[in-house]
Structures are given as C-alpha cells and as structure tokens.
C-alpha cells in the first residue's frame, strides 16, 4: 500500500460539480489500495472575493486579521470535498492547517513552514479514513495565530506534509497535463516531459512556468519528494519531477525547455555618475522597499562623461515603487533621470546540458538574431540562459528558440480550457 | 473599568457598510473606557449558502464535515469586524472559538458548551485590545474536532464568554431595541420593557418571543449574567434581562407579556382504546423519533364506545414524520385514525403576578371568549397560560389579552424594518 499526496487547485473546486469529480477521482485511488491525503485551495475565485470584503472594511487590512480570513477559504473546500468523498461511501476527514500540525513562522501572509506534526492525520489515516489538509495555512510556532504561506502555498503544504508523512509520490492535479517544453499556446508541438530534474524545474518555475510554484519545488527537493505534475481532467500521466541534474550522464543531460514570463518590467538609472558605490546605493533603496531585483545591466561608462546607465528588473507590481523610491535619491546620487519600460518580456533556455555543451550560448543568440529578435539584457545560471527582449517579440523568440534546439515533438499539444491561469 | 461582551447577529453584519457601523459602536464602547469583548454571528445569509452548497455535494452531509464547513461562516465575519475595527484606529483581535477556549460536547450541530478557558482572550485583553470571539462554535473536548452549537448559538457563545470572564453585562444586539409586551407588529400599543427576570423570559422565549434564544437565557439564569437586549440602529437603552420573579415582592410582580407563536401544528390520534400505557405507547413512539411534544390533550372517553382521543402539539416541521411514525402502530394499537392539523396558533400570558392573583385565568378565557376566539387546548406552568386556538384568530387572541391586562403604553411602539426574523 503506498501513501499518496494529493493537491487540487482551486480551479479544480470552483463548483459543486468540479467537487464531485474531484472525490470522484480520490475515492478511486483509495479503492487502489493507497492511503490517500489530499490538500485543496480555496474554491474558485473566493480567495479574491474576501480580500474584496477586506479592502471595503480596511484599505490596509491588518496582516494576522486577513490571514484569519483567507484561511476560511480553504476549511470551505475541504470541508465540502470530504463531503462529497463520504457521498460515494468512503471516509474522509478534514483537518484545519493547525489541526493538521503545520507549524510556520509568525509572517502573516508569507510565512514558512517550519515543522509539520501530522500526528491527527496519522491517525485518521489509521483509522482507513481519507484525510483532507486545508492547504495555504498553518500555525505560528510562537504566537499561535493562524498564518498564511503566500502564493503557491497549497502546493507548499501538499509538499511539506508528503515530506513530513515519508509519502511515495506528491500528486500536484492543475489545469495542465505536466510540464513541456514551451507553452503550447505559443508553440504548437510543443513536447510533454515524462521527466524533469528538481534543478530544472527550479529554473522554469522561477522564469515563468506557471505549473508549479518555486517554492513548493525548492521544498520538494530539499525533502526529496517526488511530485506528479497531472491533469484534473484527464488520467493521462503528467510530468515527474525528481532526482538531480548531478545524476544525469552527460548524454542524458539535454536542453529541457523554453519558458517565458512577461510580469516584469525595466527600470533604467541613467546619467549616474560612475563613482564606486553609486551602483550599491541605488540597489540598496530598491531591496529596502522589499522589492526584488531580477536582472541586472550596467553599460561601461563613457571615458568622456564619466556617467553610466544602470538597468535592472523588477516584477510589474512594484515598478511604480521602485521609481519613486529612486526618485527620492535623484539629487544625492546626481543621476540624470528614471526611465520605466514595461513593453519588455524575458525568455529563457533551461537544461542540464548546456553545462557540458559548449556553444549553447553562441546557438542561442544566433537563433534570437535571425528571428530578428534584439537582446537588451542577458542573464546566465549554470543550467539556464535569459535575456529580456521587447513584449512583441517574446512569442518570436520562445519559437526560434524551442526551434533551435530541436525541443519540439512529432505531433500538436493538447491545450485544455482553462490553462491560462 | 468594566467588562462588556457585546453580540451582533447576522442581518447587523450583512454587508461592509453594515460592518463598519458595528465597529463605530464597538469602538466607542472602548473608548469610553470599557474592556469590550465581541462574539458575532456568520454575515447576513453566509450560513444558508454553505448549507446549499453542502447539500449539492451531499444530501446528507456528514455533521463532523458540517460543522467544519459553517464555522467559517463566524471566522470570515469576526475577522471582517476586527479590520474595521483597526480601520478606526483601535487595536483588535479575532479568536477562532477553538482559540477563546470554548469546549465542548462533541455532539455536532447540537453541542453544550462544557467550559471556557478564555486565557488568550484575557491576554489580548491585558494588551488593550478588542477581542473577536466567533460565535456558535467551540471545540469537542474529548476529539478536539471543531463543533457547533445549533440555534441560538452565537448568544450562547456571549453568555458563556461573559460567564467565564465575569464580565459586567452581555449585550446583545439586534433589529429590535428590547422586550415587548407583545409584538408591536400585532399590537401597535404594546410597551417596551425596561426589565424583565429570568423566569420570564424564558417564558417567552419559550412561547414564541424570537428576540432571544431559550438556551441563552437558560445560561444566563444559571451563571448570574445580566443581559441588554439593544438595537443595532439606535442608541436608546433596550431590555434588561437580570434577577429572578423571586426577589420580586408582590406589589413588583405583575401580568409581563403576551407571546405567540405560528411554528406549531397539532396531532390528533382519534378512536385511542381507552386502556392503561396506551398513551405512553403514542408518546413514546414520538419521543423515540426525536420528536419534543409540547402541548397534550386527552379528552375524556366516552363511556359507550371505551374509545378517547388524544391530541398533542409538536414543531410544524416534524408533523409529517409524527404522524408517519403513529401510523406505523395503527394497527398494533386498534385507534381509528390519525388527523394532522397546521392552522393553528399559540398564544401565552407570561407574568409572576399570576402566582399571587387569583383569577387570572378566568380573565384570560373571558378575554378569548369575548373575541369570539375558541379554546382547543390550555396549557399552564406557575407563570404562564398558553392556549392552542385558530391560526386565523391568533392576532385576535393576542389583541384580546393585551387589551385584558392593560398591558399597554401610551404611545405606539417603533417597528424597525427587518424585524421579522
């Protein structure tokens, strides 16, 4: 008998009828033998429909009160699926993310989970029951208030109790069949993967594959748990992600995909006087707003002027802040001027291979320019190559690229309704 | 300083607007000085919408899982308050009735609270800050599974907190500013009622009055808390509910109110044998469906036949089955036939004066007698008379009485819109 971790987003659960082919799908697998626990999200769009209740009593809703809030989202789901598992005669039980021992720090809507003590759920589990988790919450280790692990949380949690519980395999059921090798919207052969290294995986989640959440893939592979990218909607399988880069043979070691993100936008310092430390300073306002930067660009100063530009990205959402926080710092630093540009899109090149392939870069650019795509910033890890390019050209670019390297497959990729998310 | 637990029901917390009306008061209670500890009922018609959506997923909702499902319904609106709350610039806190330290029987849908261990809820309060207690749910104490405490809960939950915590009143707040005499929607001259003692409101309670919940008085009589029965749109003072009819001297204790009641239907077994235990066999059967009688009547048999009838009261919405589960025991029994009566209503004279004043009921048959109202059961406890009569006179009825005691005031009473609850 396995143990089977299974998460269901919260497109999965946005009606009574999705509900009921969600616990149609769990009670198959608990008649499979398998112990099952299940983590869901909030359905549908409540999440959004109580942080709209929240801004109309509190422009700037007090952080523990909304964490008590949104968590009512998830016992809703949970308690409704185990509903509709015991209508089709099996046992189930729902517990709150405290109940559940999911112990986190005290930041409200971003905490960390810092030991999960699935005692209750053991015991249910021992007792032939299903077990539901609500996902996305715990407890505070110090204060005891209800906490929130902010976005992907639901798939942190089904993760942090797979780890916690020793389960044979993390199912993570979206709107998506796994994971490919591009976005089959933009490129239309483009291929599933059976397979996908916990490293790679980190590199396309944290460049823009929306099918997992990174800090959910950095937790399964801190605990080594196995995760099943799969589809809510069909009983194909879907992607594995598992095992290390550091195993692969050279041969195995290949380019694994082209992912794509267009949430960010560029921010240009320009006119800075190229003195040491102007560069620091200037990155020091940013970080101290709580805004991250992503990439980074400084020209090479003109030997005439002694100025330099300086550019960098950040999400869309803070670029507003990040202009005026600089702003502030205009006259002390004695640059020029702030330009935002959120016409731009990053594309990256993920895989293992391009550690023991010289030549992938030479490739990768030679393929952007005769797609007649221009880089304006380029942005390198071991196992991945980005670079920021105009928002007009990113899908151009995800195909030259997909193209060059020969990612695609033999036939169409099935896009299933819904997978926008 | 003292110590006010104050308790909103759903139609005060039914949109944001109605929401940050609450906490204008909730915070000019504090900053009068006060200690205010706040148990709020689930918004406007949350409670009914799980319950559909509970019964789309399952027509017969395990009650672990619905319990767990409704209490969200308190959390998303205690938390909702204490925003608004801090939106006014005082401190708040909200408490899962699981984190107040309200335990338990594990008796789903239907718990008793055993005890409160409001120890965080004191700490808060230390801390200077408005604590949200949510309403209507506890934890079991023997399967610390989240529980609910069925009708009536939330004023339950506020007496019980204001038990523990010995606070000096619990105020309950709702769409009519106190106690009536009678129904003002009934009888446009009926007075308000400064004060009323335990006993008598829970005659009332017991008999129709829908402005507070039988369980919550019966709590407040045992631990000595006084309630302030007040409306949530106006600031005038409501009805007190505090001391016993046995502190009242004679001259004190006088004729109190008149209360109806439309939720009851009567059954009558017709053609019974008139032998010994055969009319506790027809209580028993009800009993043992888990069906309360209320008003019983055995004519006396007819000396020809040996045959009597006996016919008894029970809720509206249990006549079917009663009189499903009697006609199984037709035949073991030999009655004729049972008849099934819904066009009933009940009215009751409450009031300590009837212990000290005889001719009480002679004046309150009189009354019904002069309006052309017929008797069809009576019914007495030492302060009170109710009778079963037509539902098409029971307006009569009640104007009859109030008129009979000089129940009266001077002036009409004010209906606020919503009232009907």
Do not use: W
């Not at 942080?51 to 809030?69: I, S, T, W, Y």
């Not at 990218?229 to 995909?257: C, F, H, N, W």
């Amino acid at each position: 008998m396995a143990l089977v971790v299974q998460k269901y987003g919260g497109s999965s659960l946005e009606s009574a009828d999705r509900i009921k082919r969600v616990a149609e799908r769990i009670v198959e697998t608990r008649k499979a033998g398998n112990d099952v626990v299940v983590v869901c999200s909030a359905m549908g769009d409540t999440t959004d429909e109580l942080l709209d209740l929240a801004q109309q009593v509190n422009p700037a809703p007090p952080e523990r009160e909304l964490d008590m809030l949104l968590t009512a989202g998830e016992r809703i789901s949970n308690a409704l699926v185990a509903m509709a598992i015991e209508a089709l005669g099996a046992e189930a039980r729902s517990f709150s993310g405290s109940q559940a021992g999911v112990i986190t720090t005290s930041a409200h809507q971003n905490a960390r989970i810092i030991d999960v003590t699935p005692g209750r759920v053991q015991e249910a589990l021992d007792q032939g029951q299903v077990v539901l988790v609500a996902g996305f919450q715990g407890v505070s280790q110090d204060t005891k208030d209800i906490t929130t692990l902010g976005r992907g949380g639901s798939d942190t949690t089904a993760v942090a109790v797979a780890a916690a519980m020793n389960a044979d395999v993390c199912e993570i059921y979206t709107d998506v069949d796994g994971v490919y090798t591009a976005d089959p919207r933009i490129v239309p052969n483009a291929r599933h993967l059976e397979r996908v290294p916990y490293e790679e995986m980190l590199e396309l989640a944290a460049t823009g594959a929306k099918v997992l959440h990174l800090r959910a893939v950095e937790y399964a592979r801190r605990y080594g748990v196995a995760l099943h990218v799969r589809s809510s909607y069909s009983p194909k399988p879907g992607t594995i992600v598992s095992g290390s880069v550091e195993d692969l043979s050279v041969e195995q070691a290949m380019i694994t995909g082209v992912s794509h993100d267009r949430s960010e936008a560029k921010v240009t310092v320009r006119g800075v006087p190229d003195n040491p430390g102007v560069a620091g300073r200037i990155f020091r306002v940013v970080a101290d707003a709580e805004i991250d930067i992503d990439m980074v660009l400084q020209n090479v100063s003109s030997t005439d002027s002694g100025l330099t530009d300086i550019t960098f990205t950040v999400a869309r959402s803070n670029g507003a802040e990040a202009v005026a926080e600089l702003e502030k710092i205009k006259d002390e630093l004695g640059f020029e001027q702030v330009v935002y540009d959120d016409r731009v899109g990053k594309v990256s090149l993920v895989g293992a291979g391009m550690r023991s392939h010289p030549g992938v870069t030479a490739t990768f650019c030679e393929a952007l320019s005769n797609a007649g795509v221009n880089i304006e910033i380029i942005n390198t890890s071991e196992i991945r190559i980005s670079v920021l390019v105009r928002d007009t050209q990113l899908d151009d670019a995800v195909r030259a690229l997909h193209e060059a390297f020969d990612l695609g497959g033999d036939e169409e990729a099935v896009v299933y309704a819904g997978s926008g998310r």
